[in-house]
């Protein structure tokens, strides 16, 4: 049985569901629990196509209830356990999270998402941000990586499992129905090659030894009696939060602490917004983007440096103002005026940006 | 003269006196799971997961790894977890509600996965920790929280037939059982088969239990006894309902 | 009669629709036949009216029609059925999936019609196709391939190197196989570069990329 699926580095060209399979193959996920849901069924296809080639396991459950929820037990296994979600499904499997994120757990869950509410199109949207950053009834004490690329999907993929298990908190892979059929080229290679060492998972039960006897048995709850013990446990939550959050958060930005315009995006979004912004840059307009790639948590403190020299943020995204909620908490007091170019479930072009920018700037 | 506490070697002593309610039946079933681990010697590999209700409050019962987990979904975290390890014993502890409600879809598709894990489902024919509420196991007629003039079996449907639906939607191999804690010894027994079956590797195992709840029911000590023994057979069968069969022998 | 059967975003589409405008170009009356059943919103839909234009009788799904159609999954156009009865020359562009080839089985006709020729599209920068023995492997799950096509690309990155390896990769598969390549298409310029015929003397298709479009 061959060991690992990537060797060496070399261009590729796929889709992005066949991408966030071999990434996590190559981030050494044991096993996948998955329901079918579109626009992500291909990540399920393509994993167990080669699931059985490399000793790995699947699961198709009955809902992302159980989908989630045998993620869940696949970590406490000790197993590296992941699984695939979209719209509706995405609403189920917040209530896994919820216990992933009360208990620690580093279950790893790519989002593809859709169009929304309810069944909507199947097509694309960024409609799920409110609910995989802060969803479920909790805090939202979980890590989400915004991707843009095949080559982000591949990168942050490996990278998803590596911080759960570096931090334990629950983790999404925040992509979305376009990043999931469209095809481009990226390089795959071998992480541990390229020096990026896989994090190891370890047992939560099922550990060496008798318990009362040679150890103390692992006993995990997330259900608490009374106030102060529960305010205790999230206290304790968001300190270790918001600890590591400035070393888990990521950002990328052009001229944003500099220009009269910042454009604010993400995921696939922020591609349109690049090309518009170097554009209208070239053309000497006072412009520049940021954009999150972790939304949870978001890099704070330069956001708020932009918010503060921008005259406006202009907020572009494919929902009805989620990220721009998420912007408006974090840049809460500063300067800049927040203008809105909402395109709930359509696609967004570089064209339809720049003539935004051109617009506000008169 | 010393009295020997008949407390199983698996129970984790510094939590005892456990928490459920007197004359409460989780006691007596986790007495019977206790023994059947320790004849079993599988303290060591055995996982714990138990659901939301009165379940819970074993969440640090045994010496052994435990995990509570959410209303009706042990069935899929005990199964997650067997899935990804298979050297590990799984059990999964639940109520009526827990298993044949919220998380009657786990316990289905389990079952005709024939995932390879045990599931103990106790019977007390109401939700405990909610408050006594009308549950899918409630008997034609009982008085509930939210049915108190009596389940109408008219408008509400009859009791579920627990083990006979996963009897008849597991495949050879499986173990299916009703026990009762008006019989302990035999209940041990239905327990420590449906757990070697799962380390036999024949697939599901599921043992419902009819337990008692005098704190819901309002019953004395002789109500109570004479509720689960008379009253809830008349509907629910004790005895085993699924046993694999003796393997045959290659040529036979 | 030829069907485009292959790995998932070999190129199947883009293939079948260059393959239908170019024998329509010839004079030839062409009907071109969406057979994917896994993703019917997508595919040939956008650009239905473009090739109709260009004078070609596309059988696919109308927007209008396509509510629900990406979460049924599966499902044939019942007009398709039929599509191998119709005169001239038909291309079938069928989809992927563990089904493989044997969509076809949905086609009155496919499996005695002695004119159909099964054509498996190739890109060798797919990591399921990468090399000889993953497409040896990727055509025995298949099913019936009569012919290979090389359809080696990276996307806006490809260079002729990139296609020409690509074709010595289909052509020694092609030959494990004891079947014929047809062609090695290449977008309009590498193909320019390349020349009639590729280093494994194939014909080259040049073709002009209509499914961004559709989004892909």
């Known amino acids: 049985m061959p060991e690992k699926p990537i060797k060496g580095e070399k261009r590729y060209f796929m889709t992005g569901n066949e991408v966030v399979a071999y990434a996590a193959l190559a981030a050494g996920a044991d096993i996948m629990y998955g329901y079918p849901i579109t626009p992500q069924n291909e990540i399920m296809h393509y994993w167990t196509r080669m699931a059985p080639k490399y000793g790995k396991n699947f699961l198709q459950t009955e809902d992302e209830l159980s989908a989630g929820f045998t993620t869940v037990g696949g970590v406490l296994a000790g197993r590296k356990s992941f699984t695939a979600t979209a719209g509706p499904g995405n609403t189920l499997m917040q209530e896994p999270v919820s216990m992933a994120e009360a208990m620690r757990l580093p279950i790893v869950v790519v989002v593809q998402q859709r169009g929304g509410p309810s069944t909507a199109t199947v097509i694309y949207s960024q409609q799920e941000v409110t609910m995989t950053t802060i969803g479920g009834n909790g805090e939202g004490f979980r890590i989400v990586y915004s991707t843009s690329s095949h080559q982000e999907l591949f990168d942050y993929t490996i990278k998803a499992f590596n911080t759960a298990w570096k931090y334990r908190f629950p983790t999404f892979i925040l992509g979305d129905g376009y990043q999931a059929k469209m095809r481009e080229s990226l390089t795959m290679y071998d992480p541990e090659e390229r020096g990026i060492s896989l994090v190891p998972a370890e047992p939560y039960v099922g550990k060496p030894g008798t318990p009362g006897t040679d150890r103390p048995p692992e006993q995990y709850r997330n259900t608490y009696n009374v106030e102060e013990e529960i305010y205790e446990v999230v206290q304790n939550l968001a300190r270790d939060f918001n600890a590591i959050a400035s070393e888990v958060a990521e950002y990328e930005s052009l001229a944003a602490d500099r220009s009269e315009v910042v454009v604010v995006a993400h995921g696939v979004v922020s591609r349109a917004v690049k090309e518009a912004v170097n554009e209208l840059r070239e053309a000497g307009i006072s412009v520049g983007y940021f954009r999150p790639v972790t939304l949870r948590p978001l890099a704070e403190k330069e956001l708020r440096e932009a918010a503060d020299k921008a005259r406006v943020l202009l907020l572009v995204e494919s929902a009805h103002g989620q990220m721009a909620r998420l912007i408006k908490e974090a840049a809460y007091g500063c300067k800049a005026e927040m203008i809105p170019f909402f395109k709930p479930g359509m696609g967004i072009t570089a064209e339809e940006v720049a003539a935004r920018v051109k617009s506000i700037l008169g | 003269m010393s009295v020997q506490l008949a407390m199983p070697k698996s129970w984790r002593i510094d939590t005892k006196p456990h928490k459920f309610c007197p004359g409460c039946g989780h006691g007596l079933v986790l007495k019977a799971l206790g023994q059947a681990i320790d004849e079993l010697g599988i303290q060591d590999r055995a996982v714990y997961g138990c659901d939301i209700g009165c379940s819970l409050l074993s969440w640090d019962f045994f010496n052994v790894d435990s995990i509570q987990t959410h209303h009706g979904r042990t069935t899929p975290v005990i199964t997650g977890l067997k899935r990804a390890n298979p050297d590990l014993v799984g059990i999964a502890y639940m109520g009526d509600g827990g298993g044949y409600a919220i998380g009657s879809q786990h316990l289905v598709n389990a079952a005709a996965r024939n995932e390879n894990i045990t599931v103990i489902l106790v019977n007390n024919t109401q939700y405990g920790m909610t408050g006594g509420q009308m549950a899918p196991t409630t008997m034609p007629g009982q008085k509930t929280e939210t049915s108190p003039y009596g389940r109408d079996p008219q408008k509400t449907g009859y009791p579920t037939q627990g083990p006979e639906m996963v009897a008849a939607i597991t495949r050879e191999g499986a173990y299916v059982a009703r026990g009762t804690v008006a019989n302990p010894k035999q209940l041990k027994g239905f327990i420590k088969k449906a757990l070697e079956n799962q380390i036999a590797g024949n697939g599901f195992s599921f043992v419902e239990v009819l337990s008692t709840c005098p704190t819901n029911w309002r019953t004395n000590a002789e109500e109570t006894w004479k509720f689960v023994e008379k009253e809830m057979t008349k509907y629910f069968k004790v005895g085993e309902i699924k046993v694999p069969e003796p393997r045959h022998e290659e040529g036979k | ?216």
């Open chain 3, 1 to 216: 009669m030829e069907a485009y059967v292959g790995e998932y975003a070999s190129g199947k589409s883009e293939v079948a629709v260059n393959r239908a405008l170019m024998l329509s170009r010839e004079g030839r009356t062409v009907t071109l036949v969406d057979l994917d059943i896994v993703e019917p919103c997508y595919t040939l839909r956008p650009i239905k009216k473009e090739l109709t234009a260009a004078g070609i009788q596309v059988l696919a799904w109308e927007t209008r029609d396509t509510v629900g159609l990406g979460e049924t999954g599966n499902v044939i156009r019942a007009e398709n059925r039929w599509a191998l009865k119709r005169a001239g020359d038909i291309i079938l562009d069928v989809g992927y999936g563990v089904g493989g080839s044997r969509t076809l089985n949905l086609l009155e006709g496919a499996s005695d019609d002695p004119d159909l020729k099964v054509v498996a599209v190739i890109n060798t920068s797919r990591p399921m196709t990468g090399s000889v023995p993953d497409i040896l492997d990727y055509i025995g799950q298949l099913g019936r391939v009569d012919m290979l096509l090389n359809n080696t690309h990276l996307g806006e990155e490809t260079t002729a190197e990139i296609v020409q390896e690509g074709a010595r990769c289909v052509a020694e598969a092609a030959g494990k196989l004891g079947i014929p390549v047809l062609a090695t298409t290449a977008v309009e310029d590498v193909a320019g570069v390349i020349g009639p015929e590729d280093c494994m003397g194939n014909p080259v298709w040049p073709i002009h990329r209509y499914m961004p479009k559709t989004l892909w």
